[in-house]
């Protein structure tokens, strides 16, 4: 905070970054365990920083409940329960199922079809739809919103992204009957999952694809990367 009181705009500009889509002239100062949202204006004694909010971080770890950690609960583990493994369930691999692999079948690539592409449907858009965007909607940032951040509640159950090994890597909120949104174990904002049929595809902050998820036919969903390498996984429901 003091250094926000003594710089100079061009001091705080230097180490700011402007929030994407935001017409407002609101940027983001980060800190190690804050961020703050600020602007500038002006009146009749010179310009100053106007303080928008505070987003201080928590460094709790995700710690799912046990019923919903495949650690400890092994009907939701790929690794033990065979059924949910792509690797040994042929019919939810996507190298080996056409029907849900986006590569093959046009109708859940978002490459070919416009319907399921947030950079040609702003209503999917973050960027452009600023209701489900946590950048500028509170209501859906688990930074600002404690009930939809489960370090802070812990009675929510997900649903959590895990590693192949079962680590949590991190969340996912909804953000419409369409629309929901990863974040990393530290509520980083890394970007939307938007509905492909059964599928689900990912996209990255700037609306490139990097990702789909299949679901596993009982109580989840296999995550892959766009060449359909399996690298994770969800336990629970998506949308």
Known sequence: MKLVESATREQLIAQIEPLLGS??????LKGSEFQILLSFGSDSE????????????????????????????????????????????????????????????MMID????????????????????????PRRNSLIDPRRNSLIDPRRNTLLDGPYVHDVSGAVLGFIVRA?????????????????????????NLFDSAGRFIGFFVPNGSEGFNRFDVSG?????VVGEIL
């Open 23 to 28: 017409e407002a002239d609101v940027y983001l």
């Open 46 to 105: 010179g310009e100053y920083a106007l303080l928008v909010d505070l987003i201080v971080q928590s460094g709790e770890p995700l710690r799912p409940l046990p019923s919903r950690d495949p650690r400890q609960n092994m009907m939701i583990d790929p690794n033990r329960n065979t059924m949910i493994d792509p690797r040994r369930n042929m019919m939810i691999d996507p190298q080996r199922n056409m029907m849900v692999d986006p590569n093959r079948n």
């Open 110 to 133: 978002p490459r070919r079809n416009m319907v399921i592409d947030p950079n040609r449907n702003m209503m999917i858009d973050p960027n452009r739809n600023m209701m489900i965007d």
């Open 176 to 200: 419409s009957d369409k629309v929901a949104l990863l974040f990393d174990q530290r509520a980083k904002y890394i970007g939307p999952l938007i509905p492909a049929g059964d599928n689900y």
């Open 229 to 233: 390498r399996w690298n994770g996984y």
